[in-house]
Structures are given as C-alpha cells and as structure tokens.
C-alpha cells in the first residue's frame, strides 16, 4: 500500500476525508470549485509556487517539510498585510512515479502549517509531471476590517523594526519556520504599523521594497541588527560574516515594519510578542545607508553590503 | 529585447502595468498580498495548474493559447457552479532561458481571457524552473447571493441536458475553446438546474461525477447526442467511431446539467443560449445505461464505451 504509485483519485479522496466542510466552508473539496463565507467585506490573496531544484531539494527537505514549507509562505505573506489566513487551495506537479505515501506528506505538511494558524484546506489540483515537483498553494485572508498594511506606508522619521533574529536560514530553519501571523495581529491591531512586509528575499532586497514603494530612504545601525545563531554558523561555514547573512540571506520570514518614533518606543517597552522585537534603523528621506560598528557609513544595495563596501 | 531571457521583476512590472487596480481590486499587484472587495457574503474558489509535455506542448500550442487555457478552465469551472469569475492571481514556472517574449505571451493570453469575462488578475508568482512550464491559475468567483449549483443535486427524473457539441476537442478547441460563463449564469438565475458539471474529463466520466455525488443512475440517448464535426473529424483519423469520441474525449469545457422536466421543456422551446441546448437522457434511480439507435442498451461506464459493449 505505501508503496504504490499516487492515483490522483485516492490522494483527492484521503484529502476530502482530512478536509471537511464547516461553518466557514460552504462547499469544500469535491465540486468544480469551493464556496466559502467571507469573514469581512474585502479579502486577501496571495499564491506562491514551490519548486523542486529551486525552492527545496527532496534530498534534504522531507515531503512533509514542502508541504509545510509552501503553505506557511503564504501565511507568512498574509500576516505581512497584517491578516490573518483564512482558506486555501493548493496544487501539486507530483513526479511520475512518486509514492502515495509521499503524496500524502506532501498533503499532511500543508495540513500541519494550515491546523497550526487556523486555515481551511478546500480545494486543489493534482497531476503527474514528467518535470520537477512543483507545489502552488494560494492562500485567502482577512484584516478584520483594518485597513490592509503595505509596503508603500512608510515615512520620513519612522523606527524601523524587525521581528526574530536573521541570516543563516538555508542550515534548516527554511523548511520549518514559524510564520509570523500573531505577531503580524498583534502589530496592526494595536500599534498601526505604516509599512510592512515579510522577509522572504533578505533583509537588505526587502528593506528595498519598502524604500522603492514609499519613495523613501532608510538609516540602518549594523550593530542593532538581531544577527541569529544561524547567521553566525552559516558565516564560519562561508567565511562570509555574520551581518552579510544577516543582511543578504533569504527565507527568515520575519517581519519588517515601519512606526511612529513614540508607537516604537511604547512597543518595545511592551515587548508584547513571544519573538524579540528589536529597533534597526529609521526612515529617511533617501538614499539607504549602513553605519558600521565604527561609526563610518556605506550605501546598502538591496542584495547586501560587501561587494559593494 | 524580444530575445532577451525573462527577468522577474521586469516581467512582473509589465504585467502591473496591465493589470491596474479599480474599485473591486483595493490593492493590486506589487505588495505581499492583494486586498479585493467581496461582491457578496460568500467567494467561489478554484485552483488548476497545467504542464507543458501533459496538459498541451509547445510544439502546437503558443504562449498565448496556453494562457487563455490556464485562465479559461478555471472560469469555466466557476460556471458551472453558476457563478461569475471575478478575481484571478496566477503562478508560473518558467523554463529557464525562456524568452521574455514569451513570457508575456503567456500573460496577454490570460489577461485576453481575464478581459473577456471581466477578471481582474491581481497577483501572482514567477519562478524559473529545471522542468516544463507549469501554470497555476487560482481564480475566485462570485453567485451574486444565489446557492451554487453542486455536482450533488441530480433527482430521479430530471432531465439531462448539455450546451454545445461535443467530442474532438483534441483537434485544436482544447486551446481557445470559451467558457460557458454567460450560459452558466442565464441557467442558475432563470432555470434553477439541480446538478452541473462542466465536461472537462469527457461526457461519460464527469456524467458520472454528478451520479455519485448525487447517487444517482442516468439513462442516456445515443442518438440525441450532440456529436461536434470535430468529433467527426477525429473518428474518421482514429477509427473509433464518433458517438465514442463524444462520449469519452475530455477538454469540451461543455456544461452538463440536470433540470425538472418542465423546466427543462421550457428551456428547450425558449433556447435562449448562443450555444444549442440537448437533452441527452434522463436521471434514474440507479446504474448507467446507453441507449444505442437500434434501442439496444449498453451499461455505460466512466471512460465511454466502446471498450465495455
């Protein structure tokens, strides 16, 4: 049994079992397409694809992992507007040949991430390729009403903040990483965040979305950077540093987000989340800017700072 | 330029450009998530990914074509739910070296669908990839407050019924065929259908969707089948013959439904679609019978059938 080759019929049946409808979900799995009821009057949507060779190896990622992986992504973007994740489809490219029970994973790891920040599975699609796997999960969302928060909201003066510690993601913590959804909450609800996004390209790339889409500049003090412990591994591993890591590697999915000066003190006096929050820089009116330990400074481009040091 | 390979953000900045956001689309493409305003209480939700070398191939099919398919099977399955597509976000895998033109081929075609049924695409992904081109389209939709009509409805005795022709599609349709939104829209509000289904596995087999989801038999009229010339077409080249064609080709993109008879009745006389409308048989209690012209009866199973008389 667990060895037989995947039947799109079988796979779809053990996810309808594992995925039924409720209050929320009018029509699930089985029809041409699901009905759900919306919690407010407008709603999110993101779509991410996950793809073998590129996004993940199965060499070192297990199925389970992808399927965590490709919906936490998502989630992640979704709390990045300061949303909470409400319904999701998914779509899977499996390689001919791959295991039911591998399949399966696949599906038991999109159903991990989506029990643990409460979203519904609801629909899907499923084929054989001749290609890589290929995993598109699109994910549904809501802001309670709130205003969504953007990348284009940041101004002149704000705090500059970041969520977690950063850099050296690729050691493991890619395929398993906590999407920031209650953080994501907890920030628009209370402390009106003007900008925000996740960290999925780097600090340096994504500090540069927000900068390009406010038509703002930013101040960053290298010694306030949260720098993780994977950082400083990846960083004996590469003889990189450890602020290059943390300033250039992807996949942290922390959130990035800009306030008012006394909003940013207030919360980190709070420090109301379970993740440290931690000041970096402020807002200014161009250019991006690193000051070093010793006080010189350096232009940041959006893919780090040493090559351009 | 038309040679170039395609860049990411510069194929995602010309898709922005061609995808403004409106009054629906509060915010569009370009941040972490799109916000869009809910027509009504309750959002239509599907998912279909298609791959290069299973679902169509390069070598017959153009960028465009394959962009119009990815965008029009999800519209016609929100049709046959009797709803209207309203939102669409879109994932591609690109072959690496892919050129940039094409690239945006592939995106005017889902955008010349989008425009022909009044979706807005508001966000999506874009990858290179080892593999085949894969699209995934996530389109949402809209029963402006109606039930949606489910594959489960069907009541002995209803009448069976199907839009257009039917079989051969293979012979090019398959690319450009259009989904049957305004049909599907005029039967949910004027004709209260029990069942539908829109006929992308083929006539025998997503006949049989409706009957299990129902539990439900059909008696169906060989004779009274709606038999395309491509069906024609396409036996004349295999050799099997074209009631086979209609009944087990897949990718009509078709509706099948089922009505009460005098409804059904009247809708036959009123033929108030752009494309002919045939009842092909009737629900029964139980089994899948085909009348073949001689009056004989065959079992009928999912795949056609030819293969079980």
Chains 1, 2 share one sequence.
Request: hydrophobic share 45%.
């Amino acid at each position: 049994m667990d060895e037989r080759r995947f039947r799109e019929s079988d796979l779809v049946r053990w996810i309808r079992g594992e995925s039924p409808a409720n209050d929320t979900v009018l029509v699930g799995i089985g029809d041409d397409a699901a009905l759900v009821r919306n919690p407010s009057a407008s709603t999110l949507i993101t779509t991410d694809m996950l793809i073998e060779g590129v996004h993940f190896d199965l060499a070192s990622a297990s199925p389970r992992e992808v399927g965590w992986k490709a919906m936490a992504r998502n989630v992640s973007d979704i709390a990045a507007m300061g949303g909470r994740s409400t319904v999701a489809v998914a779509a899977a490219a499996l390689p001919r040949g791959f295991a039911e029970r591998d399949g399966q994973a696949i599906v038991r790891g999109l159903l991990d991430c989506a029990d643990a920040f409460g979203v519904r599975l609801v629909g899907g699609d499923l084929a054989a390729t001749p290609g890589p796997l290929v995993l598109t999960v699109t994910l549904l969302g809501d802001t309670g009403g709130r205003p969504p928060v953007l990348r284009s909201g940041a101004r002149v003066g704000d705090a500059l903040l970041v969520t977690g510690t950063l850099g050296g993601s690729l050691l493991g913590r890619h395929l398993r990483f906590t999407p920031r959804q209650a953080e994501g909450l907890l920030l628009a609800e209370r402390y009106a965040p003007h900008a925000m996004i996740d960290i999925s390209d780097g600090l340096a790339r994504d500090l540069h979305h927000i900068l390009e889409e406010s038509r703002v500049g930013a101040r960053l003090q290298a010694d306030h950077l949260p720098i993780s412990d994977d950082a400083r591994r990846a960083a004996a591993a590469s003889g990189r540093s450890a602020l290059d890591h943390a300033l250039g590697d992807g996949e942290d999915y922390e959130l990035l987000f800009t306030l008012d000066p006394p909003v940013a003190a207030r919360l980190l006096a709070e420090q109301p989340l379970d993740v440290p929050l931690t000041q970096i820089g402020i807002i200014t009116a161009s250019g991006t800017t690193l000051v070093l330990p010793d006080g010189t400074e350096r232009p940041l481009d959006p893919t780090g700072w040493e090559h351009t040091a």
